[in-house]
């Protein structure tokens, strides 16, 4: 029962360059969520889906974006990565919100340092 | 908009001790107040949600929070604290009225250190 599994776990990045966090749930959630979390400022929503196909910004969605081609994943890129985007970058899922919302589930995070 | 304070940066408390980790809401309408905690190079867990009904909410590993309207506070409380428990824990909130994606905003995390 894996839950939500993101890759990769660490990734250092020379400014100017451009990656893909990977996420993926088995638990067949039509909600995925991007977080980043910083030191103090807790964590930001930077894109959402509600479903497959469709994406939304979210708090901070500048410098980012997202896919969501299939269900169980939801992909995170940056184009072209700035040392402001160092964080450690989770995913999350949720059922989608009928009467009342229903809890995130996270994966473990993924570190990205820019230099 | 919506938005969560937690006031403390870290609290320390004694093994044995009764813990309680604060937090504040601002929402226009009805709150969906949430408890989360994480462990060192680990993903959120969920603790406990407030969606309506009784102000005390019970949930996982013995915690419960008291949810205050006229305050608007959900503070987070545990009756005796174990070492286990030193975590990095995190309210978050929604208001009822947003309904479109399940959209939470987090406070900026509370440390929560009990020692032996």
């Known amino acids: 029962n894996a839950g939500v599994t993101q890759t990769p776990k660490f990734r250092v990045l020379k400014t100017g360059q451009s990656m893909t966090l990977l996420c993926a749930q088995d638990?067949?959630?039509?909600?995925m969520y991007w977080y980043r979390q910083d030191p103090g400022m807790g964590l930001r929503l930077i894109h959402y889906s509600v479903g497959e196909g469709t994406t939304a910004k979210g708090e901070v969605p500048d410098g980012y974006n997202v896919s969501r081609l299939k269900k169980q994943n939801f992909l995170l890129g940056l184009e072209s990565a700035a040392p402001s985007q160092t964080s450690v970058y989770f995913c999350?899922?949720?059922?989608?919100?009928?009467?009342?919302?229903?809890?995130?589930?996270f994966g473990n995070g993924t570190r990205l340092t820019v230099t | 908009a919506q938005s969560v304070a937690q006031p403390e940066d870290q609290v320390n408390v004694a093994e044995g001790n009764p813990l309680t980790v604060k937090c504040t809401y601002s929402v226009s309408g009805n709150p969906y107040l949430f408890w989360y905690v994480q462990y060192p190079n680990r993903g959120l867990q969920f603790l406990l949600k407030?969606?309506?009904?009784?102000?005390l909410v019970k949930g996982s590993y013995g915690f419960e929070a008291e949810f205050n309207k006229s305050q608007t506070s959900f503070h987070l409380k545990k009756p005796s604290a174990l070492v286990s428990d030193s975590a990095l824990y995190f309210c978050a909130v929604r208001d009822a009225s947003h309904n479109a994606g399940n959209m939470l905003t987090f406070g900026g995390g509370t440390r929560l250190m009990v020692k032996p």
């Open positions: 999350a899922s949720s059922r989608g919100t009928e009467r009342f919302p229903s809890p995130l589930h």
């Open positions: 407030y969606i309506t009904g009784d102000n």
């Open positions: 638990m067949n959630h039509e909600y």
